[in-house]
């Protein structure tokens, strides 16, 4: 009898085991990392500062995968500080738990660690990780994180001959903390002191005369836009986070926070070394950092003057924002075209539109998003919501379209139905620049324009070949509009990507929601999930 209990038992556990491990799929090749961050002491701007990294490395190791890989990331957490990092552009199919922001995930304590598991579903390109919490990001803890094809789905271009990251970003020489309490003191952060070339001021990327090779472009700062432009030789634009562009060949391109390209670059030029340019935008001051092409075969250092940016402003920007276009018969992630799912054919359940602005609450800067700025609970919405823990955040504490009145401070959640298919326009009343991503999806940047959105700007939309992506810019005094399908249950996180914005509030969540709770929809809590605030004592 008690031997048939155990054998009941037993086989229970069976079953339990291939539950949980049938939420990624068993099929597809597991990568396991242990990864532990630390502080370090580096000069990247010639004076020593106190940055963040992660197994010694300043930027974090770079995690190349393939499509469909389950990632198990073991982060040991070695600050005095509780950390978490964000899988910037990774979808998270089904699978919020694991995007690594405080509204989903409790922060790991000092000298702890959280064992992240996720698969890289269904995308092939530039991506990148940094840390979520406070203004880590500041002080680097960022990597690439390059999701390349399986064998048999054949990319739009000939493969390259090497394959280079670039994670470029504005740079301060003040310490993380000091720059946090500067925003929680009610006031703005200064301009940046310069910007860093994966984590240096000079470094060089050689290559053979004749050869082309592929530059995967990340935006990985704190505030600002830069331009990328290499001098004596064209790029040619083939991936934005994940989507296969039409080939356009161009001088230079315009790449704002948080935001990935990738570029292919030939070197048909005579054997020297060339400039590597990222300068800083729309700012009466520029940063300008360069690095290195080196043809392996040049006896000739740099020379010359810097190849010069764009003169205008924000005209020529999105003129060529405009440009970029979708390859409809590129293939995805899977063997069929990108252009196979008609965005352009379907009408949107609703429009909804975020105005950012600016406003002093309680005497102190904040940054809102229709009046609401956001302010983080001590449990995260999503723990709250799978716990039923009332009081954490409440419903439609903000509205889909902008209010007049007051701004307020609200842990904000806006509600929308899972398979809607729905508009988002970005309305951009102040006279800065805007970059608004959003976790778990990529969505279709429909259209660009000045002043004041209404419906009838939606006759300027592209509806045909607009491509996918993450991040989405939008300019001073400006609109952008993106059309988004809610096939991702879960909550999750729009934001500001300038990280001052979003520390300071200019965030929400949007809890995609399906009345049927479905593992087929959404993954069960995982059984290591950190458990914090109202959510301690509850059991995953
Ligand atoms: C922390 O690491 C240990 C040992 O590697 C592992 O067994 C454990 O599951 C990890 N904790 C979490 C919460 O992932
Ligand atoms: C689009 O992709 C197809 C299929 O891989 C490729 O043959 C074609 O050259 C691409 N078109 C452009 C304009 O980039």
Not at 302 to 320: D, I, K, R, Y
Request: charged share 15%; aromatic share 12%.
């Amino acid at each position: 009898m008690a031997r048939g209990r155990a054998v009941i038992l037993q086989l229970i556990c069976v079953v339990l085991a291939v539950l949980s491990f049938s939420l990624v799929n068993a099929d597809d090749p597991y990568r396991f990392y242990t990864w532990t961050v630390t502080y370090g002491t580096l000069s990247p701007l010639g004076s020593p500062q106190q940055v963040i990294l992660i197994n010694g490395q300043f930027p974090g190791p770079r995690l190349d995968v393939v499509t469909n890989d389950n990632i198990i990331l073991n982060l040991i957490n070695k600050l005095d500080e509780p950390f978490l990092l964000t899988w910037n552009g990774v979808k998270q199919r089904k699978n919020s738990w694991q995007d690594g922001v405080l509204g989903t995930n409790c922060a790991i304590p000092p000298n702890t660690n959280y064992t992240y598991k996720f698969q890289t579903k269904d995308q092939i390109g530039s991506f990148n990780y940094f840390p979520s919490t406070a203004m880590h990001r500041a002080a680097g803890g960022y990597g690439g994180l390059n999701i390349y094809e399986r064998p048999r789905i054949p990319i739009p271009f000939p493969n390259p001959d090497g394959d280079f990251t670039l994670l470029i970003g504005d740079w301060f020489k003040t310490n993380h903390k000091t720059l946090r309490e500067t925003l929680d003191s009610g006031k703005s952060l200064p301009f940046p002191d310069g910007v860093l070339i994966n984590g240096q001021a000079h470094s060089t990327f050689s290559g053979d005369q004749g050869k082309t090779y592929m530059f995967r472009i990340s935006n990985v700062g704190m505030s600002t836009s830069f331009n990328f432009r290499i001098q004596g030789h064209t790029i040619k634009l083939v991936e934005v986070e994940g989507s296969h562009t039409i080939q356009n060949i161009y001088d230079s391109l315009d790449v704002h926070v948080g935001q990935s390209i990738a570029v292919l670059v030939t070197l048909n030029q005579a054997p020297k070394d060339y400039y590597i340019v990222a300068s800083t935008r729309f700012n009466r001051q520029v940063l300008t950092a360069t690095a290195t092409l080196h043809y392996t075969n040049s006896q000739t250092p740099v020379s010359g003057p810097l190849p010069a940016g764009p003169q205008n402003q924000f005209h020529w920007s999105m003129t060529q924002a405009r440009t970029y276009r979708w390859n409809l018969t590129a293939n995805a992630a899977r063997p069929n075209p990108q252009g196979s799912f008609h965005y352009g054919q379907i009408i949107p359940a609703k429009t909804i539109v975020l105005a950012n602005s600016a406003p002093l609450i309680n005497g102190k800067l904040r940054y809102a998003v229709n009046s609401v700025s956001y302010v983080n609970s001590d449990t995260p919405l999503k723990l709250a919501d799978y716990f039923n823990i009332p009081g954490v955040f409440s419903w439609n504490s903000i509205q889909g379209t902008p209010s007049s009145g007051p701004s307020y401070v609200a842990t904000s959640v806006m509600q929308v139905n899972h398979h809607d298919f729905i508009e988002v326009i970005f309305q951009n009343n102040e006279n800065v620049m805007q970059s608004w991503h959003l976790d778990g999806y990529d969505f279709w940047v429909v259209g660009f324009g000045s002043g004041q959105w209404s419906q009838a700007k939606k006759r300027t939309y592209n509806l045909v070949d607009s491509l996918t992506r993450h991040t989405t810019q939008v300019y001073p005094n400006s609109w952008t509009a993106i059309y988004v399908s809610l096939d991702n249950q879960g909550m999750w996180n729009m934001r500001s990507a300038i990280w001052e914005r979003q520390y300071l509030g200019q965030q929400f969540y949007l809890r995609v929601w399906n009345q049927v709770q479905n593992l087929a929809n959404e993954y069960g809590i995982p059984s290591n999930a950190l458990l914090c605030g109202k959510a301690v004592g509850h059991r995953p």
